[in-house]
Nanobody, 128 residues
């Protein structure tokens, strides 16, 4: 199983980027997909997730109103539309997913879930 991110790059503050993540592998199955990010010298942090059962999204407070997560569970693909980017959004963005368990995830459990699949990340740099 592989998760492959794309869409990162360099953008000016106030600009937009759209990240994509595609999962491949016959055995891949999950209840949700998420985006995390890690800035230099910082711990990795949860950004957003989407619950596949009904498409409900969850966001960290710092990106609410600016980022939108969406996806296609049939295609195992998730997107992160990032608008009004700020310098503090600069980080490596990672796609992740937990093993399928049939569990019903809410916001806090998505944020703190054990994520078993990870991509290699895509760099997002926002210049001020």
């Amino acid at each position: 199983v592989q998760l492959v991110e794309s869409g990162g790059g360099l953008v000016q503050a106030g600009g937009s980027l759209r990240l994509s993540c595609a999962a491949s592998g016959r055995t891949f199955r999950t209840d949700a997909m998420a985006w995390f990010r890690q800035a230099p010298g910082e711990e990795r942090e949860f950004v957003a997730a989407i619950r596949w059962s009904d498409g409900t999204p969850y966001y960290v407070d710092s990106v609410k109103g600016r980022f939108t997560i969406s996806g296609d569970s049939a295609k195992n693909t998730v997107y992160l539309q990032m608008n009004n980017l700020k310098s503090e959004d600069t980080a490596v963005y990672y796609c992740a997913a937990p093993y399928y368990s049939g569990r019903y995830y809410n916001g806090p459990t998505l944020r703190n879930a054990k994520y078993d699949y990870w991509g290699l990340g895509t760099q997002v740099t926002v210049s001020s």
